[in-house]
């Protein structure tokens, strides 16, 4: 039965309006369909049909974390929930996982990892801003996982304050100058993710994997497409998110394991900008 602080969600059938409120005595939702009073849900189960001031019913429904994550209140681009779900799999978090972030950003990835690595695991995030810290500590609270989250307000130049992690992820403008950081926190044989939104960036990110020792580098972009689900007419939405960013990952090997092997460097220097080609003799 719901109450009051309980999270909810509505949908329309009729227009396929949508809201993610958290019930609070005496508060209104408007909407074109009617308002949306708080106090007329409590008392409610999940999975009920509600209606507005106006007589339009909405479905009350248990909302989903990749449902929280999209519309979480946020000062920074998020990671979006088709590369959560992956980086998930990909860096083989679960339960009494430990988890080290940098670029917590509006938290939204922090949460999707605290509600997976469960009572028994642990993340620590870092970011250099004092207030994306404080939303996403809000935003934590509201999913209810706060708890499970070590907030860390400074740069990275220090490195990481944990070693044998079980997985490391970089949300951040340059991270090939953390991957050594990244490569001390990280136990062996464990995995690294890296989001980035630029190709120049990837370029220099391998490099540094390379350099750190990282095994088994891949590089990826996934692409969403919804359909429209009326019946008469199914076919792709007529707006989607071309792009969001690609993901990096590799593996922490032990030294040596590129000795003797030629590699392909990036063409970048320092400051990013390509560099000409020397001319053969």
């Not at 620590?124 to 207030?131: F, I």
């Not at 199914?234 to 092997?261: C, N, W």
Request: charged share 30%; glycine share 10%.
């Amino acid at each position: 039965m719901l109450n009051y602080g309980d999270l909810v969600f509505l949908w329309s059938p009729r227009k396929g309006d949508s809201f993610l409120l958290k019930l609070s005595k005496g508060a209104v939702q408007g909407s074109r369909l009617g308002q949306l009073r708080h106090d007329d849900f409590v008392g409610h189960d999940y999975g009920d049909v509600v209606r507005s001031h106006s007589g339009e019913a909405f479905a009350l429904l248990r909302p989903t974390l990749g449902e929280y994550t999209r519309r979480i209140k946020r000062n920074t681009q998020i990671v979006f929930p088709k590369e959560a779900g992956f980086v998930l799999m990909h860096l083989n978090i679960g339960p009494g996982s430990r988890v080290v972030e940098c670029g917590t950003g509006s938290g939204g990835l922090t949460c999707v990892f605290a509600h997976f690595v469960g009572d028994e695991g642990h993340v620590y995030t870092y970011d250099r801003r004092q207030e994306f810290s404080e939303l996403a500590m809000r935003n934590a609270e509201r999913w209810g996982v706060a708890d499970r989250i070590s907030f860390k307000v400074r740069s990275l130049d220090e490195g990481f304050d944990e070693r044998d992690v079980d997985a490391v992820f970089l949300d951040l403008p340059t991270p090939w100058d953390y991957i050594d950081k990244a490569r001390e926190a990280l136990a062996p044989g464990n995995r690294i993710a890296i989001l980035v939104p630029t190709f120049n960036q990837i370029e220099r990110t391998l490099d540094a994997l390379r350099d750190n020792h990282f095994a088994d580098p891949q590089v990826l972009e996934i692409l969403l497409r919804y359909l429209k689900t009326d019946p008469r007419r199914i076919r792709p939405e007529d707006m989607m998110v071309g792009h969001t960013g690609y993901l990096i990952f590799a593996s922490k090997s032990q030294e040596g394991l590129y000795d003797g092997v030629e590699q392909r460097r990036s063409r970048r220097g320092e400051d990013g900008a390509e560099l000409e080609e020397t001319p053969e003799a």
